[in-house]
């Protein structure tokens, strides 16, 4: 495992994006909130309805408004044309300017309810037209109290921003997510650390500028100012100086398999002289429509997921039939290349302890059957809500005695102490060979496949060397293979491995 | 009331004028004042609070418009005038000073001109802080470092500063102690002199117009009870509402005489 101060020094490329962001969404905030409170100060109706617009904003969780902007942008399509991007740093951009109006807006409506009356009434006597009163009486006199409302409105922005890595744009929030999903608490330190520390930084200097506006010393705001500048400056020298247009960009989704993944296809894009990029902890909803719009490259997808998200079918023609019926939908519908299979799938299957299963003479889900009646059930909180699990009962006619719902780490438990005699798991998860578990067989292919395939966006779908690059990648992994390299990143103490150091060892165990 | 002597040579003209508020125009602040004021002379418009005169006042520089009426400046409808050439023309004293807390006291003085376009040279607001007796040092000051008498004598300066023919003052003194004031009254009586001014203060305080003003204009719900000169007052003219006014000093006078007697 790489040291914490390692994994610090390597975030200058999110660190840079996040300033960058977060500063636009600052700007585009004072940029809207400034003329609507000057708005707001001369109409009762205005500030009532733009300062109660900004309110529910903010009730809305920042990570549901980042994720609202995608259906919204894409619906937009329709007037601002193809060209217009869904996610990344537009939908980001956005949604934290939103968030950051209020601080801003009320601190700035307040101020210009509480300047002296006194002292208005002077501006218009001595003859101020609306502008110079405006100019050189209640913008200057409200400074501070704005500064402090954009003082707030940056620290909420800046944590907010992390949480931009769901939608595609790299962020602080990537190291995060990344370490939430495998368990890398030093990953997840340094994203905090690196975050709090930027918000740290931006509240005294803007607090500098705070204090120098309401004592009026120009060398202390402008100091705080140009302090400010040169950091803004620096962030985006660094940020244009390391962009590669050419860069292949890999996603990943927020589970260990796909940080894996992505590292495997990244290093052997890398052999093959490739620049990459990896834009990782993508939400699982964004990743298709990402690769289908070129805003991220290379994808891992799973074929049950895109028969019933896209496809919306709900019928089960078997696993090659399924798999070249995606192929075709996507080549005709999107451009998108499926390069192929990798070989394993992560599908919901049925799992026993490997006694029991002895015990009571069960291999396949029809020899399940006779004895389901006996038997308690355990699955995920969403499974038995799932078509999946209606195709089981229609197929087989199975009738469990009991059905109980586990979160996923203790559905394994339930099963280990017996208080379930079959859980509904994940075909691919490693803890199938740590708590070696038996996959009953579904000869009736009641449960769809969920094959993981490999998918180019249109963008280098026609680019034969890519595919000549991953080509070895195809059919190559064994569901044993990905299991082993997904417990040696879900595992706790020694032994765990980071999805780089996964990938390296999946790569020499398929003899790359 | 007479009709406006034109052999006199009335600079500020009240025809008619009217102010209403409310939905239907219900309440009404000014109710048809009619009068002539001619040029150099230093009135006084006094009244209780709500009678009307502050916003009769601040109908002369268009702080407020009439709703119905018109005030003329040297001949002309003041609503015509550009506004800002208007009240560059008219130097004007708040009554809660309204100095600018982030502008320095010669910055404070310099606005009006500066708002015209034209820079006021540090001597010429050294000569105006003089005039109010500060010292001209005391423009690189902020409005905060001062006394309360300090900035309304700011106050009159920034109100000289564009050189007006008029200068109104609404109830310059109100937030001053009663040395202070007293003090200031007579520097704005002798200012008015000297500068060849015509003066229109607001104020509730009857001994304070009967000492600085030539004439003395009593308002009460809108209207215009009583224009007379002080001797008038003090002689017993100007009806009943102005004598209740001018009784309130003259029987403080009458009892701080009768306590010197005893003491005597």
Redesign the interface.
């Known amino acids: 495992m790489e040291s914490f101060a390692d994994i610090l020094l390597g975030l200058g490329d999110k660190l840079a994006a996040h300033v960058v962001l977060a500063a636009s969404a600052i700007a585009l905030g004072i940029g809207v909130a400034l003329p609507l409170a000057v708005w707001a100060s001369r109409s009762a109706a205005v500030s009532r309805v733009a300062l109660g617009f900004a309110s529910l904003v903010q009730t809305i969780p920042a990570l549901a408004l980042l994720a609202l902007f995608f259906p919204i942008l894409l619906s937009l399509r329709a007037v601002f044309g193809e060209g217009l991007p869904t996610l990344g740093f537009l939908p980001a951009l956005l949604a934290l300017a939103l968030y950051a109006l209020l601080p801003i807006l009320r601190n700035a409506v307040t101020a210009q309810a509480n300047l002296d009356p006194g002292v208005l009434e002077a501006a218009d006597g001595v003859g101020m037209t609306g502008w110079q009163k405006l100019r050189l009486v209640e913008a200057p006199l409200s400074a501070p109290f704005i500064m402090a409302g954009i003082r707030t409105a940056s620290v909420w922005t800046i944590g907010a921003a992390t949480l931009s890595t769901t939608i595609g744009q790299p962020s602080l929030g990537d190291p995060i997510f990344a370490g939430l999903q495998t368990q890398n608490w030093a990953l997840v330190l340094a994203g905090c650390f690196a975050s709090a520390g930027l918000a740290l930084v931006t509240d005294l200097l803007l607090g500098l500028i705070e204090r120098g506006l309401a004592d009026r010393k120009r060398w202390q705001w402008a100091g705080g100012m140009l302090a400010v500048v040169l950091g803004l400056s620096a962030a985006l020298a660094y940020q244009s100086g390391g962009k590669n247009d050419d860069a292949i960009v890999i996603a990943s989704k927020q589970f260990s398999e796909q940080y894996i993944l992505a590292q495997l296809i990244g290093s052997q894009l890398e052999q093959a002289g490739y620049e990459v990029e990896y834009r990782d902890g993508l939400g699982s909803a964004v990743v298709h429509n990402a690769v289908t719009s070129s805003a991220i490259d290379i994808s891992v997808d799973y074929t049950g997921t895109i028969w019933t998200n896209n496809l919306k079918r709900t019928d089960n023609p078997g696993r090659d039939a399924m798999y070249e019926t995606i192929r075709q939908w996507e080549a005709e519908e999107h451009g998108v290349r499926v390069l192929g299979r990798l070989g394993f799938e992560n599908a919901y299957a049925f799992a026993m302890r490997e006694d029991r299963a002895d015990a009571l003479g069960v291999a396949t889900l029809d020899d399940l059957v006779p004895v389901a009646g006996q038997l308690t059930v355990g699955g995920d909180p969403e499974f038995f809500e799932r078509p999946e699990w209606d195709a089981v009962r229609e197929a087989y006619g199975m009738r469990f005695g009991e059905t109980r719902n586990f979160s996923p780490t203790f559905m394994y438990n339930a099963l280990r102490s017996g208080a379930a005699d079959v859980i509904s798991a994940y075909t691919s998860d490693g803890r199938i060979a740590a708590d070696r578990l038996v996959v009953l067989e579904d000869p009736r292919e009641a449960l769809p496949s969920y094959d993981a395939m490999v998918m180019m966006s249109p963008r280098i779908a026609g680019d034969e060397d890519v595919a000549a690059a991953l080509q070895p990648l195809i059919g190559a992994i064994s569901v044993e293979a990905m299991r082993e390299a997904n417990f040696a990143v879900d595992r706790e103490g020694e032994g765990k491995l980071s999805p780089k150091a996964a990938a390296a060892d999946l790569a020499a165990r398929i003899g790359l | 009331m007479s009709a406006p002597d034109p052999s006199k040579n009335p600079i500020l003209t009240f025809d008619r004028v009217e102010r209403r508020y409310g939905d239907d125009d219900e309440i009404i602040a000014v109710g048809g004042v009619d009068c002539s004021i001619e040029a150099r002379s230093f009135v006084a418009l006094v009244g209780a609070s709500g009678s009307g005169k502050s916003t009769l006042l601040k109908m002369v520089?268009t702080?407020v418009t009439p709703t119905a009426g018109r005030v003329l400046f040297a001949g002309e409808d003041v609503t015509t005038q550009g506004?800002?050439?208007?009240?560059?023309r008219v130097g004007?004293v708040?009554?809660?000073?309204?100095?600018?807390?982030?502008f320095s006291v010669g910055e404070n003085i310099a606005?009006?001109p500066r708002?015209?376009g034209e820079t006021l040279s540090s001597e010429r607001i050294g000569e105006l802080l003089s005039l109010v007796e500060l010292e001209p040092d005391m423009a690189s000051r902020?409005p905060d470092e001062l006394s309360g008498g300090q900035r309304q004598r700011v106050g009159v300066a920034?109100a000289l500063a564009g050189d007006p023919e008029l200068l109104l003052m609404d109830e310059p003194f109100g937030a001053l102690d009663p040395i202070t004031r007293d003090a200031l009254g007579e520097k704005v009586r002798e200012l008015h002199e000297k500068l060849g001014l015509t003066t229109v203060m607001v104020t509730h305080d009857m001994a304070e117009a009967l000492l600085l003003a030539d004439r003395v204009l009593v308002m009460d719900a809108g209207q215009l009870v009583a224009d007379a000169t002080p001797r008038e007052l003090l002689m017993g003219d100007g009806g009943d509402i102005a004598q209740g006014l001018v009784s309130v000093p003259r029987q403080q006078a009458e009892k701080l005489a009768a306590m010197e007697g005893r003491l005597a």
């Open positions: 520089n702080l506004q800002s050439q208007l009240r560059r004007y708040f009554q809660g000073i309204g100095l600018f807390p982030h606005i009006g708002l015209a902020v920034r």
